[in-house]
């Protein structure tokens, strides 16, 4: 279920989720799909190509949240994806919104 967007307050369960997705995942709309879904769930971060072929995506925001985003994304770009690998770190607050990096 998709929460209404709402003014980000970081708060004490919010962390930083970081996922490197392997597989055909450029030249696809990957990064695209990945701003768009985000802009349902109240999370922040950024999306970039890498130069070994996959693609980094940071999502930072309450931990069901992120959760949530990186579900539906992983749902819609599934047959790109061949594998994903995740990190977890503190919430850092560098992001004000959620967008492609390059």
Not at 35 to 54: E, H, I
Not at 69 to 95: K, N, V, W
């Amino acid at each position: 279920m998709r929460l209404p967007r709402r003014a980000y307050n970081v708060g004490m369960a919010d962390k930083q989720c970081i996922v490197h997705f392997s597989g055909n995942v450029q030249g696809v709309g990957f990064r695209y799909t990945a701003c768009r879904v985000a802009q349902g769930y109240n999370v922040t971060g950024t999306v970039r190509n890498l130069p070994d072929g996959r693609v980094e995506c940071i999502a930072e925001g309450e931990a069901a949240q992120i959760e949530a985003f990186l579900r539906e994304l992983s749902d819609q770009m599934d047959s790109y994806i061949r594998s994903q690998c995740r990190q977890t770190a503190p919430h850092s607050g560098r992001f004000k919104s959620f967008g492609v990096s390059f």
